[in-house]
Structure formats: C-alpha cells, structure tokens
C-alpha cells in the first residue's frame, strides 16, 4: 500500500499566506527542479481565486499562462487549488465561474491535478464542481477542512457522499492541528465505511506531531500526503517535505537526488521562515490543544501590540467559546475580558481626593533614578500606586498595587498574596478561579467596562478603551479626583512602534477627555508632558 503512495508538495500554494503569493519565476522554476529531482509526485503550485481586491502575485492565480511560462520538468504532475466559497452561489456551484477558473481542459493545460477546499456545509456542492472538473480530464481532490470538528456520523456521511461521486481522492485537513495519530486511525476508518477510493491528509504541525500522524495515517490506508519545504504555512506550518522525503525515499525506495533540494531549503527557505517566523511554539501547541484556529495566534504574533501576556489571556478566552473559526473581530473583542457595565464597590475618592498620585511603571528607569524617586516619595508624600507585581521600588514606599488583567492577575496571584500592599482590581468582575485565590487579600474593588474609544468615570467604576492596566490606572486616579498624576517607569518599548502608539492613543484620549494634569517624572518616548524627578 505505501509504494502507491503520491507525496504532494504544496510550497508556494500554502506558503503564500505570508507573501501574497509572490514568488519569483526563477525560484519557482529552481523549486520545481528540486522537488521532481527529489521524487516529489505533485508539485500545487497555488490558488486560482475569484476575487481581485488586493495585490497578490501569480501564485494566487495560477493560470494556465504562467504555468506555461514556467520550466516543468518530465516526470512531475502539477496542481492548483480552488476554494469552494469561490464557487459556490446560492447552495450550487457555478459552472460559470468554474469556467472562468478553469478555462481548458486538462489535456489543453500544464495543470494536471486540481483540489476544492471546503468547510462540511460547502462539501455536496463541491462534489458537483468535481463533477465538471472530471469531465474536463482532471485528477480532482476534495479537501475537507477542519476534520477533527466533526463527529463520527459526519466523517461517515463525507465518505458516503463521496462515494457516489467521481473523486480521485477525499482528502481531510488538521487545520486546527488538534488531531493526533490515534485520531487519524479513527477518522480514516470513519472515511473507508463507505468511500473505497484513495484518501488523502494535510497535516499541520502545532503539537510537533505533523510527521507522525502522516506516517500513522500511511499505515491506516492513506496514499496522499502534503508537505511544504520548512513547513512552510499559516500559523505552526505543515509537515516539512525535507523531512518526509526521507520517509518516502525508504518506503518507495526511490532512486533520488536530494541535494538541490536540501540546498534550496537552507539557502532560501530556512531565510524566509527567520524572516515570517512560520513553525510551532507553545502558544500554536495550546491553540492545537483547544481547537482554537491557528491563524489567530499567527496574527496577534506579528502584531506587536500582543505581548505574551495578551496572547495567553486570548487563548484563555477562545478556549471557552468557539475558536475554531477566525474571526477578525473575536480576535478584537477576545483581547478585552470584561463585558457588561462596570461593576464595583470601593470609591477611590476616599483615599485619593485631593492628593497627589504616584504611577510606578515597570521600566528599567525606575532602577536607574531610584534614589531620586525615593526622595521624591518622602518629600513630597504621594499616593504611591505600583502597576501589577513588577517590584521596581522599596515596597515600604509603595501604598497599593494596581492591576486588572486576567491572566496576568492568575500569573502574579501569589506574588500579590505575599505582599503587603492592597490590591485595587475589579475583583466582583474576575474569574471565579481568581476570587478564590485572592479572597483573603486586602482588596479595593474597583470596576471596569471595556468601550472602544471611549474614557468615562464614576464613582466606583470606569470606562475604558482597552484592558491596558495604565488605562485603568489612570482612571482610578481620575475618579479619585487626585490633585495631579504623576509617572515613572513608563520608558515606551524600545522595538515597538505598534504597542508605543497603543499606550500613545490610551494617554491622548485619557487626556483630552480629562484635561488632567499628568506627567512623566523619568524619561519616555511616549508623548505626554514631562517633569524630572530631579526638580524642587
């Protein structure tokens, strides 16, 4: 069974996600020189989507003409992909923009192999697209997304709707990357109830099981396997061709050349996953674990406003609803933690009013100008608030501790638990799992509602644009109706243009709905008035 196995690269087609799909032809053609000369059996060189809103490279395409422009050696089939929402119009697919994709016949075109992704409601029309593709000469493929989804009477039906149709092979996709070699046995059993034709996997890497689920899913049956050179893909990545070419050079026991393409992967593709920083990591592992969708972490990892505090409480978050679909507006709203208005029951104003307050900040200034801001504390006797459980300064100087972050709060749970100071948080708005650990601090419960945008201040609650601890920080001192607000210790991120413009955005609306006085007493790249501690 394993000799008539069909080891599909698919490179340039999943690995597109980080380039828009542009790729040089020179690369491409050195590519597919590499791949054949190592004993790859398809190379799927993209897409052929049908939308035209932004610029993507040919890759995205596939056309007919650039495939011919391109060097295909003998010896190598070539593939294209189409995404079923493409297809599909009203429940049916559309012959019409089937045409318009696919323009030739198989026997007209260098493209010998085309796959339809699909979600499980999108698969009967599907089957119906493949239906016309067959009949044009293709090999066709379905793959079925998000498999570990499913339940065993789905899987079932999959095969049985396959079955009565003129697939080449059913292919199912780890997209959450959740499934493990023990889950793939089952699923390929589910699949062969009805369906008798070859079966397929394309296997993603988040649990570092990608090579052995494929090699599980051999022994079970499967004939299809994708890979990608480094694994190149969204989020965690896929199995790594340069890895699994080993694996099918033994099981088919090829006569192979892989040195141009052990040479292509350190010189090209090994510079590219540094650059896009494709693979596992802990935060893909947990996504795998959750059944959490791989690209939200891909997201919030090139954005540079999610440290790992954030990325952490997201996961925390989507793991308790369902996070197998992405969505650019869960992923905003699963940063803020607090829903519903602001509930609390401590009123800063009878320990603010009138005073001047201190921010202790988690910068490296705080060390570097300690003795002044000593100084500055017994001088002139501020309110003294820490943010969280950083622990910059004497904490005999500090008078409360301020945070409001979930998961940064169970992460400093039992530092705040042997510290003396009182805790302001909105302790009536946590996790039980936080109350329970935190039940025997001294607490001041001050509420929290998120509001895009948006500052507003009462008597033992707030508004706030965001979850950021200096959002709320600020806010407690405003309704405190402290005299001024002082910082030190809020230095900026010295790499991070995009979390300097968040904390910038938070203090110019802070601000300009205050008209609070407030300032920075240590130096800071953000852009708010400064004082020096230095000063009389």
């Known amino acids: 069974m394993h000799k008539k196995m069909i080891h599909l690269d698919c490179t340039f087609r999943d ?19 590499a791949v054949s000369a190592a004993g790859v059996d398809v190379a799927e060189l993209g897409f052929r989507f049908w939308s035209n809103n932004d610029f993507r490279g040919a890759c995205a395409y596939t056309t007919d003409e650039f495939l011919e422009s391109l060097n295909i050696p003998s010896g190598i089939s070539i593939g294209v992909m ?55 000469g293709y090999r066709v493929g379905a793959n079925i997304m ?50 008798s034709g070859a079966i ?21 049956g499967a004939t299809w396997i994708d890979s990608t050179l480094t694994g190149m893909g969204r989020g965690p990545g896929n199995l790594r061709t340069e890895e ?24 090209v593709f090994t510079p590219l996953k540094a650059k896009h920083g494709w693979g596992t990591n802990p935060f893909y592992y947990m996504a795998g674990q959750h059944s959490i969708h791989p690209t939200y972490i891909q997201e919030m990892l090139r954005d540079k406003q999610y ?27 699963a940063k803020n933690f607090y829903e519903g208005e602001g509930q609390g029951s401590w009123s800063p104003l009878t320990e603010l009013k009138d005073r001047s307050v201190l921010l202790v900040g988690p910068g490296d200034s705080v060390k570097q100008y300690d003795a002044a801001i000593n100084d500055y504390i017994a001088r002139e006797s501020p309110v003294v608030i820490e943010i969280n459980a950083v622990n910059k300064i004497d904490p005999s100087r500090i008078n409360y501790r301020v945070a409001c972050h979930p998961v940064r709060l169970l992460a400093d749970a039992n530092k705040h638990m042997d510290l003396p100071q009182p805790l302001i948080t909105p302790m009536s708005m946590l996790p039980n799992r936080l109350k329970v650990i935190l039940e025997r601090k001294s607490i001041r419960d001050f509420g929290i509602e998120i509001r895009e945008g948006t500052f507003e201040f009462h008597e033992k609650s707030c508004v706030i644009p965001s979850s950021n601890v200096i959002a709320y920080a600020l806010s407690v001192a405003y309704c405190g109706e402290a005299k001024e607000i002082f910082l030190v210790g809020f230095d900026g991120y010295p790499d991070g243009g995009a979390r300097n413009n968040e904390m910038d955005k938070i203090f110019s609306l802070f601000i300009s709905a205050t008209n609070a006085s407030i300032y920075s007493l240590t130096p800071s790249i953000y852009k708010i008035p400064h004082k020096s501690i230095f000063a009389i």
């Open 15 to 33: 690995g597109g996600y980080y380039t828009k799909w542009d790729f040089s032809t020179d690369l491409i053609n050195e590519y597919l020189v």
């Open 307 to 333: 440290d790992d505090e954030d990325i952490l409480s997201v996961i925390d978050h989507l793991k308790n609803i369902n996070g197998a679909s992405f969505d650019a507006g869960t992923l905003n709203s």
């Open 82 to 136: 189409l995404n079923a929402s493409d297809l599909i119009v009203d429940g049916n697919a559309s012959i019409t923009r089937l045409k318009k994709l696919v323009p030739r016949r198989a026997d007209e075109s260098p493209a010998d192999l085309i796959r339809i992704a699909s979600h499980a409601h999108e698969f009967e029309a599907t089957l119906e697209a493949c239906k016309w593709l067959k009949e044009q």
């Open 200 to 220: 397929g996997i394309h296997s993603h890497d988040n649990l570092a099981l990608a090579l052995p689920i494929s090699m599980r899913a051999l022994d079970e």
């Open 146 to 195: 998000q498999i570990s989804q499913h339940s065993q009477q789905k899987i079932e039906n999959f095969g049985l709707e396959a079955s009565q149709s003129s697939l080449d092979v059913l292919y199912f996709a780890d997209s959450l990357g959740s499934i493990k070699p023990s889950d793939v046995a089952l699923i390929i059993g589910w699949l062969g109830t009805h369906w």
């Open 244 to 267: 699994f070419i080993l694996e099918a050079t033994r099981i088919k026991n090829l006569e192979n050349d892989l040195l141009p393409l052990l040479k292509l992967t350190q010189e």
